[in-house]
């Protein structure tokens, strides 16, 4: 349990670092950390902190994309957590 407690901190970590390394890339129109990355992150358990880091410094939400996929992904990785869950009791 410590372990995962360590990883979703370290990860959240590097999802907020991300999107405002992106945000800050952006407003000197310089290269851009790809989407598949940000995407990556929050797949591997960063969605909460990138969605939450997002909103708070206004970085990609208009992009439908990063607004509805997010919210998507975190769904998906409650969905396994539960199955987990719910596995390991029975």
Known sequence: MKFWAVYLIAISIIAC???????????HKLWRIPEKWLFFIAAVGGSGAMYAAMLAIRHKTRHKRFMIGLPLIMVVQAAVVLLVKFSAQQ
Do not use: I, P, S, V
């Open 17 to 27: 670092t991300l999107t405002a390394a992106d945000k800050r890339l952006a407003k």
